[in-house]
């Protein structure tokens, strides 16, 4: 990872803690998130995967009015915003975002995430 790269990735990991602390306290079944990205491809590449307890809680998530998943705060366009504002231009924030959860992860990986994440969302 060049320099840069790094900086730039320091800059999402701080945008992304912001988020993931909205997400913890106000959304139900919330856990963490993390992000993938092939600097080669930059920013197309971005992916912020978050994480929930189950699969029942994702599916629960995605089939609230918009309205509800954004806040509170619009926390997916704060996000926008934050991402924009250190020069990342995320045109297809739905695209941007992908929703995983520990049951599949056990289920599918038997818990192990790095083993999960290279598979589902690496660009290698």
Same mark, same amino acid.
């Given at each position: 990872?060049?320099?840069? @790269? %790094?900086?730039? /990735?320091?800059?999402?990991? *701080?945008?992304?803690?912001?988020?993931? !602390?909205?997400? +913890? !306290? @106000?959304? =139900?079944? +919330? %856990?963490?998130?993390?992000?993938?990205?092939?600097?080669?491809? +930059? =920013?197309? #590449?971005?992916? $912020?995967?978050? $994480? +929930?307890?189950?699969?029942?809680? $994702?599916?629960?998530?995605?089939?609230? @009015? &918009?309205?509800?998943?954004?806040? =509170?705060?619009?926390?997916?366009?704060?996000?926008?915003?934050?991402? &924009? *504002?250190?020069?990342?231009?995320?045109? %297809?924030?739905? %695209?941007?975002?992908?929703? /995983?959860?520990?049951?599949?992860?056990?289920?599918?990986?038997?818990?192990?995430?790095?083993?999960?994440?290279?598979?589902?969302? #690496?660009?290698?």
């Amino acid at each position: 990872m060049r320099k840069s @790269d %790094k900086k730039i /990735d320091n800059q999402i990991r *701080a945008i992304l803690t912001e988020l993931c !602390e909205v997400y +913890f !306290e @106000d959304v =139900p079944g +919330f %856990k963490w998130l993390t992000h993938v990205v092939n600097y080669a491809s +930059f =920013p197309n #590449s971005l992916r $912020v995967i978050c $994480v +929930f307890e189950s699969k029942q809680q $994702v599916a629960h998530f995605l089939s609230l @009015d &918009n309205q509800v998943k954004v806040n =509170p705060l619009s926390a997916l366009s704060v996000l926008n915003k934050q991402l &924009n *504002a250190i020069g990342i231009n995320t045109k %297809k924030l739905d %695209k941007l975002i992908q929703y /995983d959860s520990e049951d599949c992860c056990l289920h599918d990986n038997h818990g192990h995430w790095a083993e999960r994440i290279k598979a589902r969302y #690496s660009f290698s």
